[in-house]
């Protein structure tokens, strides 16, 4: 355990000299701060004001931008590392293997999780020096949710990062499969439907199975309880979860997916030839 939390910290290190992790902070700092500008947090649209707008909209936008952020810093990972040749320094450290990619994971899911968190913190600093209303139960969901996103494409990303021989072919893998699940979310979901005249219960459980459908959906729950946006597909969900069930399995199932694609990607790394 010494050995793994050492590597978090060393990767943690690393990456908060990196020039991406300027770029991420900057990112999602400066989405609050263009939301406090235009004033979102103090408007009123459909019953909606203070935080509760503005963590809206945050939430929306950090569902496309996240994951692309966490898929491309983290597949440069195990494969940079390959072609730098650390795995030739490392082999002659005392330090296994599993300490060494499990603490890669670690300290990079604090790094990546720790600007949208603060962000999230400075808004509701902001909203209580304002005076205004702060959705706790909204914020600690919210705040669940891009947690378990930043973990799912964590681990897909140490996946493909294992799978991939380069640098160039893990950032090529970890685009294609954002924009697979970006484009599932609905448009291509509802062709395949028409097309194939599938059941509603089989389109719906696809979509389900999409980290990101599940992100979205969860994150309109909350203001809109009978998701009445989704139209009849919310039916199909609200009648096999229930409001409370879909919320919690928002939260296991991207848990599971990103520690089922770590650990095969560490089932893969450890059978493979490092150097």
């Given at each position: ?40 947090a103090e408007s ?113 990303g140490m996946l ?58 969860a994150s309109m ?55």
């Amino acid at each position: 355990m010494k050995h793994l939390w050492l590597n978090a910290y060393a990767d943690i290190i690393e990456s908060l000299r990196a020039r991406w992790f300027m770029v991420y902070t900057m990112v999602f700092g400066g989405l609050v701060v263009v939301l406090f500008v235009f004033g979102l947090a103090e408007s009123r649209i459909m019953g909606f004001t203070g935080l509760t707008r503005l963590l809206l909209t945050y939430i929306q936008l950090s569902m496309a931008i996240l994951p692309i952020f966490v898929l491309i810093t983290t597949v440069r990972s195990v494969a940079g590392d390959r072609e730098a040749g650390v795995f030739e320094y490392l082999l002659s450290l005392p330090i296994t293997l599993s300490a060494w990619y499990w603490g890669k994971m670690i300290g990079r899911f604090l790094i990546v999780f720790l600007p949208v968190f603060l962000a999230m913190v400075g808004a509701v600093i902001w909203g209580v020096i304002k005076g205004v209303e702060v959705p706790w139960p909204l914020l600690v969901y919210y705040t669940l949710l891009l947690m378990v996103l930043a973990w799912c494409f964590l681990g897909i990303g140490m996946l493909i990062s294992t799978v991939a021989r380069s640098s160039d072919v893990a950032q090529g893998a970890a685009f294609v499969v954002w924009l697979t699940l970006l484009l599932f979310l609905d448009l291509i979901l509802l062709g395949v439907m028409i097309q194939e005249q599938l059941p509603a219960e089989t389109a719906v459980a696809i979509a389900l199975a999409n980290p990101m459908q599940v992100f979205r959906t969860a994150s309109m729950m909350l203001f809109d309880p009978q998701l009445v946006v989704l139209g009849p597909s919310a039916y199909v969900i609200l009648d096999n979860f229930g409001r409370v069930g879909y919320m919690v399995y928002a939260i296991v199932y991207p848990v599971v997916v990103g520690t089922l694609c770590a650990a095969a990607g560490y089932h893969m790394f450890k059978r493979s030839d490092l150097p």
